[in-house]
């Protein structure tokens, strides 16, 4: 091929010409650009050569030849990449769920601050010197996601992994880009990740790096800036969005010190090209992002260990520098009081404080968290699946305990001010219907939208919620006591945070069976023991109050079918449902000697599994006999004699 002396631009290396200009192999021949002096330089094919032509004999493109891309390895099933992102976006509906997902890759990176701006900036000048021309409309708003920990080559591969699961076989991990990453593509179409001195760059519709993409099928390319420095000079106009931005100096040849998501936002034109999604994103809908973020984070770092800061800033689209980006929330994780391990670590139990900032508020809020392994059901479970060499998830559970500060530093319950929550480590959206906040190891579905509920996974989710939920729950409940008993916490009552049966949800049904079975024979404090009259079959649990008490106490009744409690009765007055759904009235009554009846009355027809406990334990049972009695009003009270 004839060959001739390209027209690089002044000060730019390679100028619009490199990104399509083919070259050939030949002699040598001297550029005089100060960018390529580190190296030889091809010829290039003459300009008067179509590139279409020089491509089709098989010639390489010069800005391939100079960014030396690694392209991605398709992976999986041989269904287009394209096809498998749309399913995959079926199961994410919400487009908050790529927050959680950043928040997860954090995380699991061991990274302490994750940090997010809304980029409405967009470009008003023609763009040259890109790495492809299609790239030019990946110069508008964007979403970017920063964190402060650094990828391993392993994380590199994996997210590389198109679509593809791979998560599978790393214990401990929340959700380390397996299919969750692929929610970006909700609002992006190229995104791209930058660690260190690598670059990864998206495109699985094939649309904006098509030049330098092989073959049909490869979703994106790997650069890699510190063996190619020359990549950042040769095509700066490409990295200019970020320079700035959460410390990052390209397109200065520095590594940078974390990992830098960008997500630019589709626009209206790509949308109606993406194989992907065909949804555009405007600024109203970019601010409405924001908003959902700020409803629904509150709670992300209550179960983390590592990230302790979550943040959201915007800026401007006539921002002239990051500097200008505006705060919209900040919320922080600390520790206030460290209550030791409750047995070994990896348990923990603490007073955590979560803070929010909204512009000019500020919001706190406390819990009293325990996480802890299981060790019963659970772990034997784990045991038996690892020595089957199957992939297993650390039996491990926690709660949380919502608590308030008082003007003189002391801690109180704070009772019934929002719903009890599930997390595997973030929260899940499924209802338990429990009055606290519910952590567990779970085999969770692969949307994080629910639990698995059959086979194997199903099974150790209730390993879970029968051993290590109840054991985090009661040794919760424990540092109450120990709390008020040092004088720290207020307004204390034994049953504070026990499950009510008539609102609990399945499966965490089996955590509130374990939990009330476990109860008898447990020190509540204030003098108090829980103690069944009977130990056999069902029993109505009894409260022995402590002497001069006075206090109106709390009896449950358990299924003498079972062993699942139908029901409690807090105060003098309670509804008492049974398995059947079918509730009565009951009361609370003190006897001599400090002993407690439930009864309910008769008109109501009462539980069948509750009258069944009295006929089925009429006589002598172990020195405990029951009587049914029927008194004037109508009452048909259970009574021990």
Same mark, same amino acid.
């Given at each position: 091929?004839?060959?001739?002396?390209?027209?690089? @631009?002044?000060?730019?290396?390679?100028?619009?010409?490199?990104?399509?200009?083919?070259?050939?192999?030949?002699?040598?021949?001297?550029?005089?650009?100060?960018?390529?002096?580190?190296?030889?330089?091809?010829?290039?094919?003459?300009?008067?050569?179509?590139?279409?032509?020089?491509?089709?004999?098989?010639?390489?493109?010069?800005?391939?030849?100079?960014?030396?891309?690694?392209?991605?390895?398709?992976?999986?099933?041989?269904?287009?990449?394209?096809?498998?992102?749309?399913?995959?976006?079926?199961?994410?509906?919400?487009?908050?769920?790529?927050?959680?997902?950043?928040?997860?890759?954090?995380?699991?990176?061991?990274?302490?601050?994750?940090?997010?701006?809304?980029?409405?900036?967009?470009?008003?000048?023609?763009?040259?010197?890109?790495?492809?021309?299609?790239?030019?409309?990946?110069?508008?708003?964007?979403?970017?996601?920063?964190?402060?920990?650094?990828?391993?080559?392993?994380? #590199?591969?994996?997210?590389?992994?198109?679509?593809?699961?791979?998560?599978?076989?790393?214990?401990?991990?929340?959700?380390?880009?397996?299919?969750?990453?692929?929610?970006?593509?909700?609002?992006?179409?190229?995104?791209?990740?930058?660690?260190?001195?690598?670059?990864?760059?998206?495109?699985?519709?094939?649309?904006?790096?098509?030049?330098?993409?092989?073959?049909?099928?490869?979703?994106?390319?790997?650069?890699?800036?510190?063996?190619?420095?020359?990549?950042?000079?040769?095509?700066?106009?490409?990295?200019? @969005?970020?320079?700035?931005?959460?410390?990052? +100096?390209?397109?200065?040849?520095?590594?940078? @010190?974390?990992?830098?998501?960008?997500?630019?936002?589709?626009?209206?034109?790509?949308?109606?090209?993406?194989?992907?999604?065909?949804?555009?994103?405007?600024?109203?809908?970019?601010?409405?992002?924001?908003?959902?973020?700020?409803?629904?984070? *509150?709670?992300?770092?209550?179960?983390?260990?590592?990230?302790?800061?979550?943040?959201?800033?915007?800026?401007?689209?006539?921002?002239?520098?990051?500097?200008?980006?505006?705060?919209?929330?900040?919320?922080?994780?600390?520790?206030?009081?460290?209550?030791?391990?409750?047995?070994?670590?990896?348990?923990?139990?603490?007073?955590?404080?979560?803070?929010?900032?909204?512009?000019?508020?500020?919001?706190?809020?406390?819990?009293?968290?325990?996480?802890?392994?299981?060790?019963?059901?659970? #772990?034997?479970?784990?045991?038996?699946?690892?020595?089957?060499?199957?992939?297993? #998830?650390?039996?491990?559970?926690?709660?949380?305990?919502?608590?308030?500060?008082?003007?003189?530093?002391?801690?109180?319950?704070?009772?019934?001010?929002?719903?009890?929550?599930?997390?595997?480590?973030?929260?899940?959206?499924?209802?338990?219907?429990?009055?606290?906040?519910? +952590?567990?190891?779970?085999?969770?579905?692969?949307?994080?939208?629910?639990?698995?509920?059959?086979?194997?996974?199903?099974?150790?989710?209730?390993?879970?919620?029968?051993?290590?939920?109840?054991?985090?729950?009661?040794?919760? #409940?424990? +540092?109450?006591?120990?709390?008020?008993?040092?004088?720290?916490?207020?307004?204390?009552?034994?049953?504070?945070?026990?499950?009510?049966?008539?609102?609990?949800?399945?499966?965490?049904?089996?955590?509130?069976?374990?939990?009330?079975?476990?109860?008898?024979?447990?020190?509540?404090?204030?003098?108090?023991?829980?103690?069944?009259?009977?130990?056999?079959?069902?029993?109505?649990?009894?409260?022995?109050?402590?002497?001069?008490?006075?206090?109106?106490?709390?009896?449950?009744?358990?299924? @003498?079918?079972?062993?699942?409690?139908?029901?409690?009765?807090?105060?003098?007055?309670?509804?008492?449902?049974?398995?059947?759904?079918?509730?009565?009235?009951?009361?609370?009554? +003190?006897?001599?000697?400090?002993?407690?009846?439930?009864?309910?009355?008769?008109?109501?027809?009462?539980?069948?599994?509750?009258?069944?406990?009295?006929?089925?334990?009429?006589?002598?049972?172990?020195?405990?006999?029951?009587?049914? *009695?029927?008194?004037?009003?109508?009452?048909?009270?259970?009574?021990?004699?």
């Amino acid at each position: 091929w004839p060959t001739t002396t390209p027209r690089w @631009p002044p000060g730019t290396g390679l100028g619009s010409c490199a990104q399509g200009c083919p070259i050939s192999e030949g002699t040598p021949a001297l550029w005089g650009a100060s960018a390529w002096a580190e190296e030889d330089v091809q010829e290039v094919v003459h300009e008067a050569v179509p590139c279409s032509t020089a491509v089709f004999l098989g010639t390489e493109l010069l800005s391939t030849r100079v960014l030396g891309p690694e392209p991605f390895t398709a992976c999986g099933l041989s269904e287009p990449i394209t096809l498998r992102l749309r399913n995959i976006l079926r199961e994410y509906g919400e487009e908050g769920d790529l927050f959680k997902e950043m928040v997860q890759n954090a995380e699991d990176a061991g990274a302490t601050v994750c940090r997010f701006l809304l980029d409405l900036r967009r470009c008003r000048k023609p763009i040259t010197g890109l790495l492809d021309p299609g790239m030019a409309a990946c110069h508008g708003p964007a979403l970017w996601a920063y964190n402060n920990a650094l990828f391993t080559e392993d994380d #590199l591969r994996n997210i590389t992994q198109v679509g593809a699961a791979t998560k599978e076989h790393q214990a401990g991990q929340i959700g380390r880009f397996g299919l969750g990453f692929s929610c970006v593509y909700r609002i992006t179409d190229v995104p791209a990740v930058l660690s260190g001195a690598t670059l990864l760059i998206f495109d699985p519709n094939g649309t904006h790096l098509g030049n330098h993409i092989p073959k049909s099928g490869c979703p994106g390319i790997r650069l890699d800036f510190s063996t190619r420095p020359r990549i950042l000079r040769a095509f700066a106009e490409q990295f200019q @969005p970020y320079r700035g931005v959460f410390g990052c +100096h390209l397109p200065e040849p520095r590594a940078f @010190p974390g990992t830098l998501f960008r997500l630019p936002f589709r626009t209206e034109e790509e949308a109606v090209a993406s194989q992907i999604c065909s949804e555009a994103f405007g600024t109203e809908r970019i601010r409405s992002l924001g908003t959902g973020f700020i409803d629904s984070s *509150r709670l992300l770092l209550l179960f983390l260990r590592r990230v302790k800061e979550l943040s959201l800033e915007m800026l401007p689209d006539m921002a002239t520098s990051p500097e200008d980006a505006v705060s919209l929330a900040t919320l922080q994780r600390k520790k206030i009081q460290d209550l030791g391990a409750p047995v070994d670590p990896p348990s923990w139990a603490a007073i955590e404080q979560l803070t929010a900032h909204e512009k000019a508020s500020k919001t706190t809020w406390y819990y009293l968290v325990l996480v802890c392994q299981g060790d019963g059901e659970s #772990l034997e479970l784990f045991h038996q699946r690892t020595q089957a060499g199957l992939h297993n #998830l650390s039996p491990m559970a926690g709660v949380a305990l919502p608590l308030a500060l008082t003007a003189d530093g002391k801690w109180v319950p704070r009772i019934g001010a929002e719903e009890g929550q599930v997390f595997c480590h973030l929260p899940i959206p499924v209802v338990s219907g429990l009055p606290i906040h519910v +952590h567990g190891a779970f085999s969770i579905l692969s949307n994080r939208k629910g639990l698995w509920d059959t086979a194997e996974q199903g099974e150790w989710n209730r390993a879970l919620l029968r051993d290590a939920v109840p054991a985090a729950w009661l040794r919760a #409940l424990a +540092h109450l006591r120990t709390l008020h008993e040092a004088g720290e916490l207020k307004s204390y009552e034994y049953h504070v945070f026990w499950p009510d049966t008539s609102t609990a949800r399945y499966p965490f049904t089996e955590a509130v069976a374990r939990f009330y079975q476990a109860v008898p024979g447990i020190s509540l404090g204030q003098g108090c023991r829980v103690t069944p009259y009977l130990r056999a079959g069902g029993s109505l649990l009894a409260l022995t109050p402590g002497m001069g008490s006075g206090r109106t106490e709390h009896a449950a009744l358990l299924s @003498p079918v079972c062993g699942s409690p139908l029901g409690c009765a807090k105060g003098l007055s309670s509804e008492v449902t049974s398995d059947s759904g079918r509730g009565c009235c009951a009361s609370v009554d +003190h006897k001599d000697e400090g002993r407690v009846a439930l009864t309910t009355a008769e008109s109501c027809c009462c539980c069948p599994e509750f009258l069944l406990l009295a006929r089925q334990h009429q006589g002598s049972v172990g020195r405990l006999p029951w009587e049914r *009695r029927t008194q004037p009003s109508g009452e048909c009270p259970l009574l021990p004699p």
